[in-house]
């Protein structure tokens, strides 16, 4: 397992998936989508800000008809899960009724988010709603599943492909487990 050390941050990044593991995994589910949606149309919704390098890189693998649209939501305050300061109205600006719709997300740990999220929409009557994260977390303490999951993780702070710790290395092509190296 390749390690770095980020000594700006004082972090040790640990690569998890390469970046060409995660494009072979998203070309596969984008061939089950486009044999699924090929006579029909879908809304992709796309979580902020971490799947935005998952839905970039799924919709230039989809060959059918499909529109985007964009929930800003937050679980995060650094390494702490946070609970969820938003409301359907605020989020949804967009209208989901009788529409086939996937959710796509960067990482299902607790699943607090994706089954807010899906209870939001489900109050708009959409045709269908289904769920997919690149990364599922195993924990205990899960209250929702995603239909599907590209990669099963442990119970690791990943950062990377979107994935970010304050800001911080959302744009790094692999996915990496984060450690924070005390300072003495």
Not at 45 to 59: K, M, Q, R, S, Y
């Amino acid at each position: 397992m390749d390690s770095v050390v980020d000594s700006f941050f004082n972090h040790d990044l640990q690569i998890m998936i390469e970046n060409k593991t995660i494009q072979t995994k998203i070309a596969e589910y984008a061939n089950k989508l486009n044999n699924r949606y090929k006579n029909s149309s879908l809304l992709i919704i796309c979580i902020l800000n971490g799947a935005v390098p998952f839905l970039e890189d799924l919709c230039s693998n989809l060959t059918f008809t499909y529109e985007t649209e964009y929930i800003k939501i937050h679980s995060y305050e650094g390494m702490k899960r946070t609970t969820i300061k938003s409301s359907a109205n605020k989020m949804i600006k967009f209208n989901p009724r009788d529409k086939n719709i996937l959710i796509i997300d960067d990482i299902c740990d607790s699943g607090h988010t994706l089954k807010f999220i899906v209870n939001s929409l489900n109050k708009y009557h959409p045709k269908s709603i289904a769920t997919t994260v690149l990364l599922n977390k195993s924990i205990n303490s899960k209250v929702f599943n995603a239909d599907t999951s590209l990669f099963d993780i442990p119970d690791k702070f990943v950062v990377g492909y979107g994935l970010d710790y304050e800001d911080n290395y959302r744009s790094s092509k692999n996915i990496y487990t984060l450690n924070l190296i005390s300072k003495t």
